[in-house]
């Protein structure tokens, strides 16, 4: 290593202080998106154990009490549970569209050839769960549930992948996240038309003008993050108060995010070496146009990122971390008795994550293969198709999300308790199976 080498390798990096030894690991396990698995199996957790413990009352209300606020004759003033099903999850979906977005431009699913076998498959693993709860349930009260089983968790799903670590191939490991990305298109589009009632449409107006407005700043090359927050706020409302559940509009704007950075490398470069320039020369002596330099060089290498990138880097903390447990504290606890394993509507969702999800994916999955359509990974048997089918069977967050919308009082209850079951059983047959088909080495 040359002496030059030395000198840019020391001055690379950041002055260190004490701190840093505490906040940089901390950093580190913020951006593992495993670990949000498994702080979301803890706060579920939390909560089956507070909402059946002495303290259940005031657990369970505290998530029914409201606040809002008023604005003349208008007031939006809503329970703890709506503001985080309604408000902190369109953040969530925003995210979820973010990763739609990411795959289809970028990713696995922007080759249809490669993307072929995951459509196919979470076409199957999710027809096949909506048609066993509704068989189940046609003429109940809880006939609208249909749509519960038909979406995958990502965060459990990525954390029994880390669990199995490298005894899984890595193309069985792609396959298993497009197709949870497919599953939650599907769950959005079930949100969008199944579950919206009531609909005002000069409230979707309002929506719509927004999608409008936020296309047209694109187009006229505005780039205050602060604008585009103002608008999504807008769009947000219209949706909210149209009667479209208020999270399609996260995931509209996620799906709008530019995933070109505004500000190419070869630009930064240049932007970079002038700048140098100028602060090697007489510029370093005036700490006001050295300070331009420094800010016109911090703004540049900000936006060599994409907007797309930067949202999803920044975020997946507050997601992963606050937004998911939050949702799970104020949706997971239920009161459960032994009875409750046995109510119909939570067998039938037992039946349709369980059994509907690996049935549905193994069955398309063949048949997309063996028409032509589609072609297996390499490295991946029809053994262990059957192991990430079971593995897509769980289906917690977006499950507990829509039988919310569809079904409420002791139904709810009962879905939950289905959920909850359904989605440990598809977790540990899953791992099971994929640790017993692992490919001999």
Same mark, same amino acid.
């Given at each position: 290593m040359t002496?030059?080498?030395?000198i840019?390798?020391?001055?690379?990096g950041?002055?260190?202080?004490p701190?840093?030894s505490?906040?940089?690991p901390?950093k580190?396990?913020l951006?593992?998106?495993?670990t949000s698995?498994?702080?979301?199996?803890?706060?579920?957790?939390?909560?089956?154990?507070?909402a059946n413990s002495?303290v259940a009352?005031?657990?369970?209300a505290?998530?029914?009490?409201?606040?809002?606020f008023?604005?003349?004759?208008?007031q939006?003033?809503?329970s703890f549970q709506?503001w985080?099903?309604?408000f902190?999850?369109a953040?969530f979906?925003?995210v979820i569209g973010l990763?739609v977005k990411?795959?289809l431009?970028?990713?696995e699913l922007r080759d249809?050839r490669?993307?072929?076998?995951?459509i196919?498959?979470?076409?199957?693993?999710?027809?096949?769960?909506a048609?066993?709860?509704?068989?189940l349930q046609?003429?109940s009260?809880?006939?609208?549930?249909?749509?519960i089983p038909?979406?995958?968790?990502?965060?459990?799903?990525? +954390?029994?992948l880390?669990v199995?670590? =490298?005894?899984?191939?890595?193309? #069985? *490991?792609v $396959?298993l996240?497009?197709l949870?990305?497919v599953?939650?298109?599907?769950?959005?589009?079930?949100?969008a038309i199944g579950?919206t009632e009531?609909?005002?449409?000069n409230?979707?107006?309002?929506g719509l003008?927004?999608?409008?407005?936020?296309?047209?700043?694109?187009?006229l090359g505005?780039?205050?993050i602060?604008?585009?927050?103002?608008?999504?706020l807008?769009?947000w409302?219209?949706?909210?108060?149209?009667?479209?559940?208020?999270?399609?509009?996260?995931?509209?704007?996620?799906?709008?995010?530019p995933t070109?950075?505004w500000i190419s490398?070869?630009r930064?470069h240049k932007?970079?070496?002038?700048?140098?320039c100028f602060l090697q +020369?007489e510029?370093?002596?005036?700490? =006001?146009?050295?300070?331009?330099? #420094? *800010?016109r $060089?911090e703004?540049?290498?900000?936006k060599?990122i994409s907007p797309?990138?930067?949202?999803?880097?920044d975020?997946?903390?507050?997601?992963g971390?606050?937004i998911?447990p939050?949702?799970?504290?104020a949706n997971?606890?239920?009161?459960?008795?032994?009875?409750d394993f046995?109510?119909?509507?939570?067998i039938?969702?037992?039946m349709?994550?369980?059994v509907?999800?690996p049935v549905?994916?193994?069955?398309?999955s063949?048949v997309?293969?063996?028409?032509?359509?589609?072609?297996l990974?390499?490295?991946v048997?029809w053994?262990?198709i059957?192991?990430?089918?079971f593995?897509a069977g769980?289906g917690?967050?977006?499950?507990?999300?829509?039988?919310?919308?569809?079904l409420?009082?002791n139904?709810?209850?009962?879905?939950?308790?289905g959920?909850?079951?359904g989605?440990?059983l598809?977790a540990?047959?899953?791992?099971i199976?994929?640790i017993?088909f692992?490919?001999?080495?």
């Open positions: 002496e030059d080498t030395k840019c390798d020391e001055l690379s950041l002055p260190s202080d701190i840093d505490i906040v940089d901390l580190r396990f951006h593992i998106e495993s698995g498994i702080v979301l199996l803890v706060a579920t957790i939390l909560a089956l154990i507070l002495p009352e005031g657990f369970l505290l998530w029914k009490k409201t606040f809002g008023r604005i003349g004759e208008f939006m003033n809503y709506h985080i099903n309604d902190l999850m953040i979906f925003f990763e990411r795959e431009v970028l990713g249809i490669r993307a072929a076998l995951p196919i498959g979470a076409i199957g693993g999710m027809l096949v769960p048609l066993i709860y509704f068989a046609h003429g009260p809880a006939e609208r549930g249909w749509g038909m979406a995958t968790d990502i965060a459990f799903v990525v +954390g029994c880390v199995l670590g =490298s005894r899984i191939p890595n193309s #069985l *490991r $396959m996240l497009s949870a990305i599953d939650d298109i599907g769950a959005i589009l079930v949100i579950y009531n609909l005002n449409l409230a979707l107006v309002l003008l927004g999608i409008a407005c936020l296309l047209g700043l694109m187009k505005v780039r205050n602060a604008v585009y927050l103002g608008v999504a807008l769009i409302f219209g949706f909210h108060e149209s009667g479209i559940h208020a999270t399609i509009a996260g995931v509209i704007v996620g799906l709008l995010t070109r950075a490398e070869g930064l932007i970079v070496n002038r700048s140098m +020369g510029g370093w002596s005036s700490s =006001s146009e050295r300070y331009a330099a #420094l *800010r $060089m703004r540049a290498a900000r060599t797309l990138e930067r949202f999803e880097t975020l997946h903390p507050w997601v971390f606050v998911m939050v949702f799970a504290l997971a606890g239920v009161t459960i008795q032994v009875s046995t109510n119909p509507v939570a039938a969702v037992i349709g994550l369980f509907g999800k549905g994916i193994v069955l398309f063949w997309g293969v063996k028409s032509g359509l589609a072609k990974p390499e490295g048997n053994s262990m059957t192991g990430g089918g593995l769980i917690f967050t977006m499950a507990i999300f829509i039988a919310s919308l569809a409420d009082g139904l709810l209850s009962a879905a939950k308790v959920i909850l079951a989605s440990v598809s540990v047959v899953g791992v199976l994929l017993l692992q490919p001999k080495r």
